[in-house]
Every structure is written in C-alpha cells, then in structure tokens.
C-alpha cells in the first residue's frame, strides 16, 4: 500500500491524538524489540483498543514496568518543559531509522535528548509530543489520553526537528 500523505496531511498542522492502551507491550526479556519479526500481535490488540475508543488516536503502549515505550509501528517522544527530549530506552523499543534521526538531529541542534524511563506522568506533563516512524518521520501530537499539549501544534522544538529531518532527507517533509 503508497503511504497515505494526503490523508496525513493535516496531521502535521494539528497534531495527532495519542492514547495509552491497557495492553501493555511485550517486555524485552520474553521478546527482543530489536527482531523485528512481525511480533506486533500486543500492538495491534492495543491499536485495536484505542481505536475502538477514538478512531483517530494513534496508540503508544507503556511496558509491563508502566513507562512509555512505542506504537505499533512508531517511537514516541515527548519535549519536557526546558525543553528537553525523552523516549524509551533503546532495549524496549525497536531502534527505528526515524528516531536515530531524530535523536542526531537533536544532537546537531544542541537539544538535550535522554534515552531514558518515563511514565504517563511525565507525558502528560510533556509541553510537545511527537511520533517518529519512517512513513512519518517527526509527526507532532496535539493530545496524551485527552489532554492537550502546552507547548502548540506544531511546539518550537518538533519544529526544529522537522526542518533538520528534512534537510537530512533532502525533501520537506511537511508541506511537501
């Protein structure tokens, strides 16, 4: 299936909704998220969750410890309010080409970023949210279970992020 731009376009002007699902994701010592081996039943079970729910929310599981992991096909990353970037530890999410980007551009633009545990807690307290994903490579959210973002939609920091992707990849990726 082509990637749907047209349909997420405005996606990138007014943010996704994210929900957390009750099914939690599978944990590394039962499942290396690193094997991408088409494991994504939990996942999918959890989209099915938070679709049922909101059909236009984009579901991010915490892990079986409660703390933020990923999508079913995405990292997630929140920017707290100094402005620094979070996302799950590397040995809980798979490592997506999308988030190694992000987290050099970050670098590059001198963004602290932290491979780290967080919980929901944290998320809701975020003032930016954003999904990675190599169809999507820095989408903004707009909303964490309801709750809306401080930080606008489009925040500062995602912006700065969408412009370094796209000067990595070479296209611009949000008004393309």
């Not at 959890?46 to 409660?66: F, H, I, Q, Y």
């Not at 309010?81 to 590059?108: Q, W, Y």
């Not at 973002?149 to 412009?163: D, M, R, Y």
Request: proline residues 8%; hydrophobic residues 35%; charged residues 20%.
């Amino acid at each position: 299936h082509p990637i749907p731009w047209k349909a997420r376009a405005p996606l990138y002007r007014h943010g996704a909704k994210v929900a957390f699902p009750s099914i939690r994701r599978t944990p590394p010592d039962c499942l290396p998220p690193r094997a991408k081996l088409h494991q994504y039943v939990n996942q999918i079970l959890g989209d099915m969750e938070v679709k049922g729910n909101d059909p236009e929310a984009w579901s991010v599981m915490l892990d079986t410890r409660g703390y933020v992991s990923e999508g079913k096909s995405y990292n997630f990353f929140i920017v707290t309010k100094d402005g620094e970037i979070k996302t799950a530890r590397p040995n809980f999410v798979l490592e997506g080409v999308a988030r190694m980007t992000v987290l050099e551009c970050a670098e590059s633009l001198n963004i602290p970023a932290h491979e780290c545990d967080y919980d929901a807690y944290d998320a809701y307290e975020a003032s930016e949210a954003f999904i990675t994903a190599t169809s999507l490579c820095v989408l903004p959210v707009r909303s964490i279970n309801g709750r809306q973002l401080s930080g606008g939609v489009p925040g500062p920091v995602t912006q700065k992020l969408q412009a370094a992707y796209s000067e990595v990849a070479g296209v611009d990726l949000v008004n393309q």
